[in-house]
Each structure stands twice: as structure tokens, then as C-alpha cells.
């Protein structure tokens, strides 16, 4: 079993819609990351939290500790945003255990 | 300067050659991490440092070798890889506990 899951898998949406994307965990964790991923590219890092909401730009992370879950929101989508999200947490010290993705595709 | 990079980009080597990937960072991070990625699929971890020391080796094959000759350098050696090791290979750093940045990746061919 994963410790991180991740929801949905894939996602298509039309330009301008809000998108969500979800993220359980089942380890206790000191923080959680959000990453983007372009095709063939490296990986940035979205969001790093630890507690409550964050936001830069369009992209909005919330985080409920002790529900276990976050979420990563996307408002106004566009096709520049096409990419696949990754979910990570940090249980403990430094290492890193990730979801599998969600791939979104957006389309004009 | 907030980047990590990486290389070569590309690396394309036959079963029998000896190559080296290379990291590098100036963040003054001192975590500094392999991942190992096939496609579509999460980053597999594959070596941590910190502070310069081995800490984490997540049960890699001895035919990747890590070496991590100073703060700012992070290098892995390949021997006698086999085909089922092409992949993309991430660097990434951090302070502890903190974000990792992620290296642009060499995407490994081995024939």
C-alpha cells in the first residue's frame, strides 16, 4: 500500500475551469509538497505546507492535518498548466515519500 | 543563483562503458538526493547525502555509485548498467527538511 494517494489519476479540462486535485497520506508528516512535472522536463516545486492554505497566482494548497489530506486548486486552467502534479510528504528527516500523479491535460 | 543542474542532458552508453552524471548546486543546501524516474511513473529515491555523507541508500545496485566530493556536488558513476536502468535521473537539494529543488534531470539511454 502507498502511504500517499493521490486522486484523480487523470484529469482533462477545458480552458478556464477550476481544477482540483487531491492528496491523502496515511504517515505522519512535518511537511507536504506539491510538485509540477512538464512532459520530459524536471520536476518545481509548487508548494511546500505544513499547515492551513497557501496561494501564488492561480494555484491555491490547503492542507488538514488531521484529516490527512491536501488539496492543490487551479483557477481559470489553461493549456500552459498541462502537466502531470505530484504529491509528496516528509515524514521525518529528509526523504521524500510521493504519490503516483495526476496527469492533467488542459484543452483551449 | 536558486538552481540545480545537472550533467550531461542526454547520456546514451552500452552495457560495458563507465560514465558520470553530475549535480550542482550554490543554494548552500546540504541535503542533496538521486532519484531514479521511469516514465509515468513517480521519482524512485535512490541516495540521500547530508552534510556531505551518505545517509539514505534505498537498496541500490552497486553498479550506481554515488560520490559527493564537497557541499555543492553531487555525482553519480555508472558501471556495467543494464538496459532496465534508462531512465531520467533527478537531482535535487535542500536544506533539512525543507523544499527540494529539482535538477532539470539526464535522461540515461543504456543499450
Known amino acids: 500500500k502507498n502511504e500517499v494517494e493521490q486522486s484523480p489519476q487523470n484529469l482533462t479540462a477545458q480552458e478556464g475551469e477550476f481544477i482540483t486535485i487531491n492528496c491523502s497520506y496515511s504517515v505522519g508528516i512535518s511537511a507536504l509538497h506539491w510538485l509540477q512535472q512538464h512532459p520530459g522536463g524536471g520536476i518545481v516545486s509548487l508548494f511546500m505546507l505544513s499547515s492551513g492554505k497557501k496561494k501564488h497566482g492561480r494555484l491555491i494548497a490547503t492542507i488538514n492535518i488531521q484529516e490527512k489530506h491536501s488539496s492543490l486548486h487551479i483557477t481559470a486552467s489553461h493549456p500552459r498548466d498541462s502537466a502531470v502534479y505530484i504529491c509528496a510528504v516528509i515524514p521525518t528527516g529528509n526523504q521524500f515519500y510521493f504519490g503516483t500523479g495526476t496527469s492533467l491535460t488542459v484543452i483551449p | 543563483d536558486t538552481e540545480v543542474t545537472q550533467t550531461p542532458k542526454h547520456l546514451v552508453m552500452g552495457m560495458t562503458n563507465k560514465k558520470s552524471l553530475k549535480c550542482e548546486q550554490h543554494?548552500?543546501?546540504?541535503?542533496m538526493y538521486w532519484y531514479k524516474q521511469k516514465a509515468k511513473k513517480p521519482p524512485e529515491l535512490m541516495f540521500v547525502?547530508?552534510?556531505?555523507?551518505?545517509?539514505i541508500n534505498e537498496s541500490v545496485p552497486s553498479r550506481f555509485s554515488p560520490e559527493c566530493p564537497n557541499s555543492s556536488l553531487l555525482n553519480l558513476h555508472l558501471h556495467a548498467l543494464q538496459p532496465e536502468d534508462s531512465a531520467l535521473y533527478l537531482c535535487?537539494?535542500?536544506?533539512?527538511?525543507?523544499?527540494?529543488?529539482f535538477g532539470p534531470g539526464t535522461r540515461l539511454t543504456v543499450l
Open positions: 547525502y547530508s552534510y556531505e555523507k551518505l545517509s
Open positions: 543554494m548552500g543546501h546540504r541535503a
Open positions: 535535487a537539494s535542500s536544506r533539512p527538511g525543507g523544499a527540494q529543488f
